[in-house]
């Protein structure tokens, strides 16, 4: 019976027995079914698998009981969301709050919320598009030069267009956002986080990058037919958890992280994976517990005493890859992606 048989008729068994299975193969199989609801079946383990409560038993009570005053946090993607509720944590715990949005609109309003919900007004609004690396850059440069200080960065801005679409400069839209702008804005904030102290970043990622292995050889995915907005999605996750490892080798200083959120009830899930949401909406986690780990990793002592470089799920470090999986690659391979990052960075700095 084929892996894809095997998922219609027990999906989740299935997929739990994947990450036990010592055939190859099938790994490869799950990137090319044709089926978007299966490999969203795929992905939902993540949030079936190891769901909040359970894992939240585990969690240190004290752990959060942080007083983040005097420290700035810069959070993109914080209109709405897990980033919103990233932010809204740390207004919480007394930190200065960065918001870095898109829509001017929904950002004040958003900030107005979270001023009222936590007593906090040291909370800014930025706005920026981070598809355009441009901007990017300009902003990050010249929000280095005018602070004394970003103690944390979270990189939370993302998305998942499910048609091919270029943006500025053409560059293809998933790519520009998930990828190079994330990568853009953290390199440019590099010498401003090295001046403060105990400096972090901290990536929102996704489990959805284990079904895919790093291509540094179609960045902009022209080579992807037919275009596949899930499958570039979590290609552009795997991407930001080898910036994220490879970073941290360079930059010993700054504490980084990656973690993944649990399939949440946000509004890009529901506009971005409408099949996923409707056929998971029961089991969804809330933003807020989505946003859990990101917050625990971008404030608590205890997530700095854990190596830089690592990916997080429910406060716990976790595997990058499944057992005996297709998706490793070796570190020319991660250097070849860095080195094209870093190519297209300088033509917009």
């Known amino acids: 019976m084929t892996a894809a048989n095997n998922l219609r008729k027990k999906p989740l068994a299935f997929v739990v027995s994947l990450s036990h299975c010592h055939s190859p193969p099938l790994f490869h199989a799950i990137s090319s079914w044709s089926s978007r609801d299966l490999r969203y079946q795929v992905y939902a383990i993540f949030q079936e698998g190891s769901g909040y409560l359970a894992a939240s038993k585990n969690f240190q009570e004290n752990d959060l009981d942080v007083d983040c005053a005097g420290r700035h946090y810069m959070i993109t993607g914080a209109n709405s969301g897990i980033g919103k509720c990233i932010a809204t944590e740390i207004a919480k715990h007394g930190g200065t709050v960065h918001m870095v949005c898109r829509n001017s609109t929904t950002a004040e309003q958003a900030k107005k919320e979270i001023v009222e919900t936590s007593g906090n007004e040291n909370v800014f609004v930025h706005i920026l598009d981070i598809s355009q690396p441009k901007s990017v850059h300009q902003f990050a440069s010249e929000f280095e030069k005018t602070s004394d200080c970003l103690h944390v960065l979270v990189n939370n801005a993302g998305c998942m267009v499910n048609q091919r679409e270029l943006v500025e400069d053409n560059l293809e839209k998933n790519f520009a956002t998930n990828t190079l702008g994330t990568y853009l804005l953290t390199r440019t904030l590099l010498p401003l986080l090295k001046k403060s102290e105990k400096p972090r970043v901290v990536t929102v990622t996704s489990g959805g990058m284990l079904v895919q292995k790093l291509n540094p050889d179609d960045l902009q995915f022209e080579k992807m037919k037919p275009f596949d907005g899930t499958m570039a999605y979590a ?101 070849k992606f860095m080195k094209s990052l870093e190519e297209l960075s300088a033509q917009f700095s």
């Open 235 to 335: 290609q552009n996750k795997r991407q930001q958890v080898v910036m994220t490892e490879r970073l941290a080798l360079e930059h010993p200083e700054i504490h980084f992280s990656c973690m993944h959120p649990g399939w949440a009830d946000t509004p890009a899930v529901r506009s971005s994976m409408p099949d996923f949401y409707n056929k998971m909406k029961d089991k969804l986690r809330t933003a807020e517990e989505g946003a859990d780990t990101a917050v625990w990793l971008a404030i608590s002592p205890s997530a700095e005493l854990q190596k830089s470089g690592l990916f997080f799920q429910d406060r716990v470090p976790a595997s990058t890859h499944l057992p005996l999986a297709w998706t490793k690659v070796c570190s020319d391979v991660e250097e």
